[in-house]
Each structure stands twice: as structure tokens, then as C-alpha cells.
């Protein structure tokens, strides 16, 4: 260990205790090798953690449970790993005004048992199913197919603490739901992949816990009259939380799963489920079956909608509303060998699937020729095909504002350097 590695480990071990620190040369991200993770217990180690990394110009991930490090555009450097894992505790949560103030590592799951009791939650599904920590998906804004009808962080998240590069902390939003008045900074910082500060608390809206939730699943020979049934859908009085099509989703339900699938699902009173359900049925055309999935079948469905993660490369296509149909079908020709889902009535295409190197990254950059009517993600790929094609689609001129407001939040480029957009 070079000299500066050996002073940067007795700072850190100064802060966090020497138990909270270890030598980590088996922790790779993107290939490079981190030399530290740490685990501090509070914003303020956090905070110090932080100034002491930018002092000796080592670059910092900011983490939680460390399960989707390798996502965005590949690390330039990586030296401390900042994992919040200890970080978990409900700090405050008032059922009357529902709202919850949790430290960054707690997970989803554990703020949804918390706030079951008093029969609300935080209505977010993403990818990590419940595992993930509420600070990595604020970070990047990570959502699922309840976004329909719930939203995702960036809806939710109405109060930060932050700990910044140069040691300091600041607070934005508040505790109670009306609080904004100017920029809401929450915004700036929800979505920002954990290159501009690490977020050490976070203030959550929740909302009451709706009595029923119901999945039903319509299948047909085409996918024609499945995305027409779910325009149907969404152009009426009905208040589906989820439309997603499948195709090819590797679940196993009674004779196996569809080719392509239709999923609606109501989350509602229930009254207000079991009629929608009921009026589903006058709406399917010919050759369309409808079934009702019990509850263990629907957990299982919309788990794997939210992980595809057995794949090597995974892609999001953000698309037009009206688009969705066409461009799945333009998607599906690209590559048919996938599991893919088209959420239709947020205009999220997704697609997972195995390829060579070579063929990934040629892939994606004819996915984001033949797209045109959004952009496309890459939400996983190897660190050879990330090298090879930005993370993010095109983003104009916008690249500039946000290469300034990177400068002015971390000038020495030490929190996550090279993840976001562009490379920033
Ligand atoms: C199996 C699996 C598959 C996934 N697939 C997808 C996917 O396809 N698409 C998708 O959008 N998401 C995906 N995710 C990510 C998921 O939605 C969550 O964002 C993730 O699970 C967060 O969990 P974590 O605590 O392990 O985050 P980590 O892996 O620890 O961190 C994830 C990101 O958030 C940043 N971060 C974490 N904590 C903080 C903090 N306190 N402050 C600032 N930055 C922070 C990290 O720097 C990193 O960039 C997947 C997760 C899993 C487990």
C-alpha cells in the first residue's frame, strides 16, 4: 500500500473506528479495484468520510447495499467504497401527517413493514424488489410498474440531508408535505446517480394502503389485440395501477408462462377493484383469455417484471406514449432472442437479453438509430460493452448545464467519476 493509501486508512479508521474499515482488493466495480470500503454509522462520519477522500484525492462511491454498482456510464476511478448498510434506522415517521424520515440505508422493504402497521406505504416497485436501499433509489430515481399510478422517487421524496464533497452537510425540502417555496433541490439530487453529494437522510410522503390489489393476465395469439385492450384501458374510467405487456417473461404459472402477456393490475379500495374487475372481461376482444392471478402467482409475476436480471445486457427505451406499440414491435425485430416488457402507460420499453460483446454494443447503437420517438438506457451491460456506449442516450445541450452544476458540486470530480451522463 502506497503512503497515501496508508494515511488515507488511518484518517478513515479516525472517523469510523478501525473495525468499520476494511481492505477490500476483492471489491471490483467496472474492473477497478476499490482499496477501501467503509461503513460509517451517522451523516456526520459520512460528511467527514467525504472531505478527508477529497483531501487526498481519492475517488468515492457512494453506496448502499452495493447490489447494482456497475450501473450508469464505467468508473474512471475508484478508490473508497461509502457503503450506508449501517445507516438503517426510521429516524421519524408520523402517521398523521404520512411521512417518514429514514436514514439512506434502509431498504423499501423495511420502511413498507414499518409504515404497514399504521396501513400505509410507499408506493414504489423498482428493480431489487424491496432489497434496495432507500438512498440508492432516490439516487437514481429507480422505478417500477407501479409508476402508472403511483409515481416514482422523484414524487415522493420531499425532504434530504446531504453530505458534500468538501465536508459540509445541507439540508433540502422539509418534513411536511407543502414545504417548497423557489427550486426544489430534491429534484436535482433524486436522479443524480450519486454524483453530486451523498445523500445521508431522506424524507418520504407516503400514502395509505390501499385495501386490495388484483392482477389479471390476458393472453392472445397476437400482440395486437393485447395492446389495443390496453389502450382501451387507459382511454377509460378505469384506474389501472400497472399495464405491462410481457414477452417471454421466465415465469412458471399453471401450464407456463405466454409468449406475450397482458398484465392489469388494480391497487384500490375494494369496491373499486372488484368492479373494475368485473368490466375487464366486457372490454377483451375474440381470441383473448382473461385470468385472474391468485396472490403468490402475481407476487412472482411482477417480481420478475421488476428484475430481469439473469440476463447480461439490459436496455430501457423511454418512449412516446402512442409510440409504445410500433416501437416494440421495431425493438423486437432488432432482437427477438429477449424478455421484454412495454409498460404501456408510462411509455417504458425494456429489454433483456444475452449477446457477444460485439453484438451488444452494436445492438444498442442500432436500438437508439431505429428509436424514434424516445432514447435508450442501458440499464446493465459489461464494462467492455459500457466502454464502448454511453450509458445515456444523446442529451443535446443539456450535457453542458449539467457538466456546470457537476464542476460546482464536486470540482475535483472524486464522487463517482465518469458514472453519469457524458461521462461526468
Ligand atoms: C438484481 C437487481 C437488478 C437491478 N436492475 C436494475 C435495472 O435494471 N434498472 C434500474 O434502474 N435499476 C436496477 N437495479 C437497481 C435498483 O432499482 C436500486 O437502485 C438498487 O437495487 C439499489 O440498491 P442498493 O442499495 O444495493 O444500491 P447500490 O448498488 O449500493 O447503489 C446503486 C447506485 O446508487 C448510488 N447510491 C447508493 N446509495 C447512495 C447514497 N446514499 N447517496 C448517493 N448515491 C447513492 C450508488 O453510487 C450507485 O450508483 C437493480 C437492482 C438489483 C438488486
Known sequence: ??????????????????????????????????DLLVHPASADE????????????????????????????????????????????????????????????????????TAASERQWLPLDPPGFGSASLGAIASCNSSGALRLGFGTPRDYVIGLKLAHVDGTQSKCGGKVVKNVAGYDMNKLYVGSFGTLAGITELTFKLRPLPDRSATVMITSKYRGPLFKLATDVLGSDFQPASVVLTRRLGVSIGAGWPDDALLIRFVDSEPAVESQLRQIGNLTGDGCKVRDLDEAEAFSVWKAVADFDSHK??????????????????????????????????GIIRMAFDASHRNAVDLIKKLRRTTTCGSVFVEKAPAEVRREVDAWSDVGSTAELMRSIKNSFDPHSILNPGKFVHGL
Open 1 to 34: 500500500m502506497s503512503d497515501e493509501r496508508r494515511r488515507l486508512l488511518a484518517s478513515i479508521e479516525s472517523i469510523v473506528g478501525s473495525a468499520h474499515v476494511a481492505e477490500h482488493a476483492a471489491l471490483k466495480i467496472d474492473g477497478l479495484s476499490a
Open 313 to 346: 445486457v439490459q436496455v430501457r427505451l423511454s418512449v412516446l406514449l402512442s409510440s409504445v406499440p410500433a416501437e416494440f414491435e421495431k425493438a423486437l425485430l432488432s432482437q427477438s432472442e429477449c424478455v421484454a416488457t412495454a409498460d404501456i402507460g408510462a
Open 46 to 113: 459520512v460528511a467527514a468520510c467525504l472531505r478527508i477522500c477529497s483531501d487526498e484525492g481519492a475517488a468515492v462511491v457512494p453506496a448502499g447495499l452495493m447490489s447494482w454498482l456497475e450501473s450508469g456510464n464505467q468508473l474512471k476511478r475508484c478508490d473508497v467504497v461509502l457503503s450506508l448498510d449501517r445507516m438503517n434506522r426510521v429516524i421519524e415517521y408520523s402517521p398523521p401527517d404520512l411521512t417518514a424520515t429514514v436514514q439512506a440505508g434502509l431498504t423499501l422493504r423495511e420502511l413498507n413493514e
